[in-house]
C-alpha cells in the first residue's frame, strides 16, 4: 500500500514547544538510535562519500538530540580518521557536551543555531541528515540539498523508516518501550521521569510526532523528483534508495549526492 505524504504539524518543530519536553524527545530518539544501532549500515555509504570527496569531516545538520553517533562515529573511526561537528537550529547543548565528552575528540558540537538550508560555507566536509529531512516541506528540502550543490559539499540524508504504514504500526508501540526503557537514559534525570510518568508528556510527544513523521517522510521517488529540480544537479551523482536494517521490519530510506569530478 502506498500512502501520499502529508506534511502535517510536528509538535516539536514549533517554538512553543518548551525545551524540556522537546529535549527529552530528542533523548528518547538518541537513545534509540544508539541502542539498537540500525544507523550504523549506512556506514559503508558514508564512508564512500568522504573517500570520494577527500575528508575526514563530517557536519552533521538537525542534529536533534545527537543522532546515531555515540555509536556510528566509532565504528567509522575503525577503517580511518572521523571527526563529527553536531549542529542545529534549536541546539541541545546539554547532549552535545555529553556525547562530546565521551567521544575522545572525534564530536564536536556548534552551540550557536545552524540553518541547514544556508549553511555558513566555514563548515566543511560531507553534511548529513539523519531522520530530520522530513521536518522540511519539499521546497525547503529541495533548498537543502541544492545548497549543498551550489557549495559543493557531499550529502548524506538518512531516515529511520521505509515505509509509512509499517512505521507508524512500529510508533504505536513506542509508548510501551518509553515506559520500561525510560530509567536506562543517561545522564539520570527527575525532570525526565517526571515528564514520562507523572505527566506523560515525553511518550506523548513521541507518540504524536512519531505518526506525523511516519506520514511525512520521503519516499525514494519523492526524493528523485526533488533532485530532478534543483539546479546544477547533474554536477553530483546521486544515490537514492532503501537499505534494509537486520532484525528489523523497517529498513532505511537514503540520499547520497557527491560532487562530480571534473573531467580533464
Given at each position: 500500500?502506498?500512502?501520499?505524504?502529508?506534511?502535517?504539524?510536528?509538535?516539536?518543530?514549533?517554538?512553543?514547544?518548551?525545551?524540556?519536553?522537546?529535549d527529552?524527545?530528542?533523548?528518547?530518539?538518541?537513545?534509540?538510535?544508539?541502542?539498537?544501532?540500525?544507523?550504523?549500515?549506512?556506514?559503508v555509504?558514508?564512508?564512500?562519500?568522504?573517500?570520494?570527496?577527500?575528508?575526514?569531516?563530517?557536519?552533521?545538520?538537525?542534529?536533534g538530540g545527537?543522532?546515531?553517533?555515540?555509536?556510528?562515529?566509532?565504528?567509522?573511526?575503525?577503517?580511518?580518521?572521523?571527526?563529527?561537528?553536531?549542529?542545529?537550529?534549536?541546539p541541545?547543548?546539554?547532549?552535545?557536551?555529553?556525547?562530546s565528552?565521551?567521544?575522545t575528540?572525534?564530536?564536536?558540537?556548534v552551540?550557536?543555531?545552524?540553518?541547514?538550508?544556508?549553511?555558513?560555507?566555514?563548515?566543511?566536509?560531507?553534511?548529513?541528515?539523519?531522520?530530520?529531512?522530513h521536518h522540511f516541506?519539499?521546497?525547503?528540502?529541495?533548498?537543502?540539498?541544492?545548497?549543498?550543490?551550489?557549495?559543493?559539499?557531499?550529502?548524506?540524508?538518512?531516515?529511520?523508516?521505509?515505509?509509512?504504514?509499517?512505521?507508524?504500526?512500529?510508533?504505536?508501540?513506542?509508548?510501551?518501550?518509553?515506559?520500561?526503557?525510560t530509567?536506562?537514559?543517561r545522564p539520570?534525570?527527575?525532570?525526565?521521569?517526571?515528564?514520562t510518568?507523572?505527566?506523560?508528556?515525553?511518550?506523548l510527544?513521541c507518540?504524536?510526532?512519531?505518526?506525523?513523521s511516519m506520514l511525512?517522510i520521503?519516499n525514494?521517488?519523492?526524493?528523485?523528483?526533488m533532485?530532478a529540480?534543483?539546479?546544477?544537479?547533474?554536477?553530483f551523482?546521486?544515490?537514492?534508495?532503501?537499505h534494509?536494517?537486520?532484525?528489523?521490519p523497517?529498513?532505511?530510506?537514503?540520499?547520497?549526492?557527491?560532487?562530480?569530478?571534473?573531467?580533464?
Amino acid at each position: 500500500m502506498i500512502m501520499r505524504r502529508l506534511h502535517l504539524l510536528e509538535i516539536e518543530d514549533q517554538p512553543w514547544c518548551p525545551r524540556a519536553i522537546r529535549d527529552g524527545g530528542t533523548d528518547w530518539l538518541h537513545f534509540v538510535a544508539n541502542s539498537f544501532k540500525g544507523f550504523n549500515v549506512i556506514e559503508v555509504k558514508l564512508r564512500d562519500a568522504m573517500r570520494r570527496v577527500g575528508s575526514d569531516q563530517i557536519v552533521d545538520l538537525c542534529s536533534g538530540g545527537g543522532g546515531p553517533w555515540q555509536s556510528l562515529a566509532p565504528l567509522l573511526a575503525k577503517s580511518g580518521n572521523v571527526t563529527v561537528q553536531l549542529t542545529d537550529f534549536y541546539p541541545n547543548r546539554a547532549a552535545y557536551e555529553r556525547i562530546s565528552a565521551g567521544a575522545t575528540g572525534r564530536v564536536t558540537y556548534v552551540s550557536e543555531p545552524v540553518d541547514a538550508m544556508d549553511v555558513p560555507s566555514r563548515f566543511d566536509g560531507v553534511r548529513t541528515m539523519f531522520n530530520s529531512f522530513h521536518h522540511f516541506r519539499p521546497h525547503d528540502a529541495r533548498a537543502i540539498l541544492a545548497d549543498a550543490v551550489i557549495k559543493r559539499r557531499a550529502i548524506v540524508v538518512v531516515e529511520g523508516a521505509d515505509h509509512r504504514l509499517l512505521g507508524i504500526v512500529f510508533i504505536l508501540m513506542m509508548p510501551l518501550m518509553m515506559l520500561a526503557m525510560t530509567p536506562l537514559i543517561r545522564p539520570f534525570r527527575w525532570s525526565r521521569l517526571a515528564l514520562t510518568y507523572v505527566l506523560p508528556a515525553i511518550p506523548l510527544l513521541c507518540l504524536f510526532d512519531g505518526i506525523v513523521s511516519m506520514l511525512r517522510i520521503y519516499n525514494p521517488d519523492e526524493m528523485r523528483q526533488m533532485v530532478a529540480s534543483i539546479p546544477d544537479q547533474q554536477s553530483f551523482e546521486w544515490d537514492i534508495g532503501t537499505h534494509p536494517v537486520q532484525g528489523s521490519p523497517l529498513g532505511l530510506t537514503y540520499l547520497v549526492g557527491v560532487p562530480r569530478v571534473p573531467a580533464g
